[in-house]
Each structure stands twice: as C-alpha cells, then as structure tokens.
C-alpha cells in the first residue's frame, strides 16, 4: 500500500490550491472515463492463462486519475466517510460506498497563479550567492533556475556547461520512458510454447520488479508475481495433457554486459543495483529481503518460477537459456504496473535497477543496442527530440551511477519545463514521482537542519550522489506562489554530509524567496 499512500499523501498536500504546480502533474482520464475509475487492467496482476496453442489476451490501459479528483479507494470506487448518525439497533460496520461523499482535502500550498511575480536575478542572486558558495558545495558548483511557465532562465552560473549529474539522470530516463514506451505501458512476463511439445519458454518483457508469491494490484513492486504466471501455466498444460517440460529462458531482450565496468562492486553486494536482465524478482534480489543482488538474476527468476511449476504437479526436468520461437503461442503472461507508476517509483526511490532497465527499453524500442551505451545515448535521443537542449550530455545506461557521465543544469532544468508542459501530460509522472522534501523517497529524512523547514512539503526533486559530486533537481513554489525549476550541481565536493545540508539550504531558500 505505500505507494498508494504516497499518491494519496501527495493530492492531499496539494488539494485544489496548488494544481499548477503539483496536482496538475497527473494526466486527465481520458474522455468519458470518471476521475477516480480505473480499467480492468489495475485490479489486479493480469494473469492470462490459455492454452499452449492459443494467444494470450491483451489487457486495456489504466487511465491515470486526477489528484484533483475524490481521493478513491484501491478499486477505484469513492472512500467511504463517517455516517451522520447510529441507531441502537443498526449494525456497526462500514455502509456502501455510494452513500458517502469523501471530502476534498484542505488547501496546504497557497493557490498559483499567472500573476504571481517571477523573480529577478538580482533578487535571486541577493537571497541564493552565499548558500551557492558555501564551502561545502566544493570547488565547481553549477546551477540553473528556470521559471516553469515561461521558460525563461532567471539565474544560472555555468548552466550550459556539462557536469557530473550522479542520479539526476533519471530525469531524463523518466522522460525518455514515458515518451518512447507511453505511460499506460505494461512490461508483460511471459511463458510461450517451446520449439517441441516438451518445452516452454519463459520470456522476459523488462519487468525487474517481479514478486516470487502472488502480485499486488496495490504495488509496484511485486505488482506481477511469479506465483501467479506458474498457476496459469500450470493449468494451461494441465489442459493439453502436459505435465513434464523443460524450461528455457529467453532473456534475450538486452544485449552487451549485464554489469557496467562504471559500476563499483561494492554497488552491487550492497543492492544499490542489479546486474541488468529484462525479468527478475524484486529488482534481482539473490532473495526476498536480502539486499545483496543476483549475478544472474533472470536465471535466479527461472529457477524459482520451475520451483513453482514444480509445486503445482508440473514436472521440470531442465532449466537454461533459448529464444523462444518466432511466432510461438503464448501458454500464460502477467503484467506489471504501468510505467508511469513504474517511473515514479525509479525517481521516489532512486532505483537504479529499474532506471537501467526503462533505459534499455528505450534503445530496444529504437535504433540503438540495448547496451549500457545504446541506452545512454537512446536516451538523450528521446529527450532531444522533445526539444531539450542536451548539448555536451553523454552518460551509459539511466541511472546515473557510473562514473563518467555529463549532463549540464539547463538539461536538467529544460526537462522539468518540459515535463511540466500542458503539451505534454504524458510526461507528468516525470514530476510526480520526484520526492517530497521531508517526506518522500530519497528527501524523507531530509530539511531539517536550520531555516531548511520552509522547503518541506513544498520542494520536490531529484537527489543526486557519487563519491565526489552531489547534485539536486526539481520544482520549488516560492513564498509569491511562482512555480520554480532549479538544478544545482556540485562535482567536486569533499564531503557528501556538508554538499547535501548546504543543497538543502539553497532549495529551502529558493521556497522562501519572495525576490521579485
């Protein structure tokens, strides 16, 4: 559920007085759907069980709902409020939903308009030029900031010049996924039909965020569930009077090294990211709640689905690697969240994993390999094409975890206009899903230093953190109710502690900046 509380937490911070800087981040249902409902396709993992020589069923798209919208339950329908009054003789107990109205939640932010003054660069630069030059933020310290209405940069210092990003890349993953892939998109995991009647195939589609039990409709991790692809495959044989296969995995979606030479060891033994694979089990976790990673984590995933199979009367009698046929019928799939939830789950959480993965279907779905450099560079294709400047950007891979990549702020910065866009709602989970400062994903525990208090629940962005660079960037409304979108990045700093209080202090400024 906490990925349906944050949503919810997050509508109520704003209610209906910040819709422009927040709220509106939510895409419209489409027309003639209801705010608040949601398609066949969000009630649960989508298992499609057939038989071995018919096609699967395809599911519909989820409509994304608007946070300005009654909050609703997990099933889409309205939350029931307290009845008005109880008799002695009445049963205690919840009514039907339909007989309550939830009521709108209290305004938190003061409401944004297009009047309210955009700030000077004189004003800025009186509130922001020590904060910018603390000593803490090391030698090279880079910024940008844009008035997301307009466009217009306001104040900036070495914005066109790259610099390391560290995780902001996933600003520009985000975009890119949402763009190429759609937001309605979900990655199927699939079992087809083998070359003979002995075999099946488990085919990945991308899903990383696999559960090994049962899929939760509630989650996004562990929306689809192995257990849930092993029962319909196993009642699909059943079917076809086949209760002895072998098991061959095609997890040929991704080419080139699974583990970027960019990455530390270290990275991987302490689950900071996986070795990438188009399917494995909770962001290829060697096992639940462990959080030291696979080496092989699509193998890892086959073995434990032949577990499975094997536990409901399916006979396994091999597990390895092959393509599975071209053309061949699907037996049973699943289907996980869709990527705008998937997306705002890889920005809350900084997930590299996932980020390495939407970058790789990215470059899949394009004219690049799907290799740590193909996915790099798809990426920055897909923003390009959208109108950012990315001149001087270059980075492997999406998640920004490897040394060597350079992205400047005004990238950074001209993805969050964009993404901002009534142009482009598509794009909206690309700001709904950056953390909330003192609340949220990466900046929960975060804005509590001195003056820093004015930023929480106002600031929301995109962490950024390698041994050495520090960066951060968002959206900020400031104390005039303008919507702000900053970058700083820092990429020679000595000591990650003091770089992440003194970019805090600068966000923190910039909320209570009324430097008009």
Same mark, same amino acid.
């Given at each position: 559920m906490r990925h349906v509380a944050a949503r919810t937490f997050r509508a109520a911070?704003?209610?209906?007085?910040?819709?422009?800087?927040?709220?509106?981040?939510?895409?419209?249902?489409?027309?003639?759907?209801?705010?608040?409902? +949601?398609?066949?396709?969000?009630?649960?993992?989508?298992?499609?069980? +057939?038989?071995?020589?018919t096609a699967t069923t395809t599911s519909t798209p989820v409509p994304a709902t608007s946070s300005a919208a009654p909050? =609703?339950?997990?099933?889409?329908?309205?939350?029931?409020?307290?009845?008005?009054?109880?008799?002695?003789?009445?049963?205690?107990?919840?009514?039907?939903?339909?007989?309550?109205?939830?009521p709108a939640p209290e305004p938190v932010l003061a409401a944004l308009t297009g009047s309210a003054p955009v700030p000077t660069a004189a004003g800025l630069s009186?509130?922001?030029?020590?904060?910018?030059?603390?000593?803490?933020?090391?030698?090279?310290?880079?910024?940008?900031?844009?008035?997301?209405?307009?466009?217009?940069?306001?104040?900036?210092?070495?914005?066109?010049?790259?610099?390391?990003?560290?995780?902001?890349?996933?600003l520009l993953t985000a975009v890119a996924a949402l763009s190429v892939l759609g937001p309605q998109e979900r990655l199927a995991t699939r079992v087809v039909a083998g070359a003979d009647d002995?075999?099946?195939?488990?085919?990945?589609?991308?899903?990383?965020?696999?559960?090994?039990?049962?899929?939760?409709?509630?989650?996004?991790?562990g929306h689809a569930g192995l257990t849930d692809l092993a029962a319909g495959t196993a009642a699909a044989l059943r079917s076809a009077g086949r209760t002895r296969v072998a098991l061959r995995l095609d997890d040929s979606l991704f080419s080139g090294p699974r583990v970027s030479p960019a990455w530390s060891p270290a990275d991987l033994v302490s689950g900071f990211v996986a070795p990438v694979a188009p399917l494995a089990v909770e962001s290829g976790r060697a096992s639940s709640g462990d959080p030291a990673t696979a080496s092989d984590p699509a193998l890892a995933?086959?073995?434990?689905?032949?577990?499975?199979?094997?536990?409901?009367?399916?006979?396994? =009698?091999?597990v390895g690697r092959g393509r599975a046929p071209d053309g061949a019928p699907a037996v049973a799939e699943v289907l996980g969240a869709p990527v705008q939830d998937v997306v705002e789950h890889m920005l809350d959480?900084?997930?590299? +994993?996932?980020?390495?993965?939407?970058?790789?279907?990215?470059?899949?779905r394009g004219d690049r390999p799907p290799t740590f450099d193909g996915a790099g560079q798809a990426v920055i294709d897909a923003v390009a094409e959208l109108g950012v400047p990315t001149a001087g950007a270059r980075f492997t891979g999406g998640s920004g975890l490897g040394r060597g990549g350079v992205i400047a702020p005004r990238t950074l910065t001209a993805t969050i206009v964009l993404a901002a866009s009534e142009k482009h709602p598509e794009l909206r989970a690309t700001l709904t899903g950056l953390p909330v400062a003192g609340v949220t994903g990466t900046l929960a525990e975060r804005y509590s230093g001195a003056g820093q208090g004015r930023a929480v629940g106002v600031v929301r962005a995109k962490t950024g953190t390698l041994t050495?660079?520090?960066?951060?960037?968002? =959206?900020?409304?400031?104390?005039?109710?303008?919507?702000?979108?900053?970058?700083?990045?820092?990429?020679?700093?000595?000591?990650?502690?003091?770089?992440?209080?003194?970019?805090?202090?600068?966000?923190?400024?910039?909320?209570?900046?009324?430097c008009s």
């Open positions: 911070l704003v209610g209906t007085a910040a819709a422009v800087a927040l709220a509106a981040c939510v895409p419209q249902p489409p027309a003639g759907t209801a705010a608040g409902s +949601t398609s066949s396709a969000s009630s649960g993992p989508a298992t499609t069980a +057939t038989s071995a020589t909050p =609703t339950t997990t099933s889409g329908a309205p939350a029931p409020s307290a009845p008005t009054s109880t008799t002695a003789t009445e049963t205690l107990g919840p009514p039907p939903a339909s007989d309550f109205v939830a009186r509130r922001l030029s020590a904060l910018l030059s603390d000593p803490g933020l090391g030698a090279r310290v880079e910024y940008d900031i844009t008035d997301v209405e307009t466009g217009e940069n306001l104040l900036a210092r070495g914005a066109q010049t790259p610099a390391t990003p560290a995780s902001t890349t996933k002995a075999t099946i195939v488990l085919v990945g589609g991308g899903d990383m965020l696999l559960a090994t039990g049962r899929g939760d409709p509630t989650k996004v991790v995933a086959a073995n434990a689905f032949a577990t499975l199979l094997d536990k409901r009367g399916i006979t396994v =009698t091999g959480e900084s997930d590299n +994993t996932v980020a390495e993965v939407l970058a790789r279907l990215v470059a899949a050495g660079a520090s960066s951060l960037a968002g =959206t900020v409304v400031d104390a005039d109710g303008r919507l702000l979108a900053f970058a700083v990045v820092a990429d020679r700093v000595t000591s990650t502690g003091d770089a992440r209080d003194a970019l805090d202090s600068v966000a923190a400024a910039l909320a209570g900046c009324g």
